[in-house]
């Protein structure tokens, strides 16, 4: 069955830098997008970053563009989420997804067939 396990989550300062990781399995990484979605308590869960399948092409939400990296290692069948200049309204828990249309960077929850569990990301002021 597929997986989507992400990691690296954690409690840091405003201003500090983390990377998540998605470790993918049962499922032919190469063929999917994959994205990073976030959800806020009491807020619906929402677009953060996507990368398509080759790694050549990858979309950011406003609000971390700039801030934020999107990157994959096929080889690995991963994908990670470098987060840097972290704000409190980064806050939340990470989820990572699996998109079958593997060329394309799509930003809304229904595209997305697989999803991890999700990491906790929390940011103090």
């Known amino acids: 069955q597929v997986q989507l396990v992400e990691s690296g989550g954690g409690l840091v300062q405003a201003g500090d830098s983390l990377r998540l990781s998605c470790a993918a399995s049962?499922?032919?990484?190469?063929?999917?997008?994959m994205g990073w979605f976030r959800q806020a308590p009491g807020k619906e869960r929402e677009f953060v970053a996507a990368?398509?399948?080759?790694?050549?092409?990858?979309s950011y939400a406003t609000p971390v563009q700039g801030r934020f990296t999107i990157s994959r290692n096929n080889a690995k069948n991963m994908v990670y989420l470098q987060m840097d200049s972290l704000k409190p309204e980064d806050t939340a828990v990470y989820y990572c997804?699996?998109?079958?249309?593997?060329?394309?960077?799509?930003?809304?929850?229904?595209?997305?067939?697989?999803w991890g569990l999700g990491t906790q990301v929390t940011v103090s002021s």
């Open positions: 990368i398509i399948w080759s790694g050549s092409t990858s």
């Open positions: 049962g499922l032919k990484f190469n063929n999917y997008a």
């Open positions: 997804a699996a998109d079958m249309n593997g060329s394309s960077v799509r930003r809304s929850v229904r595209d997305y067939e697989f």
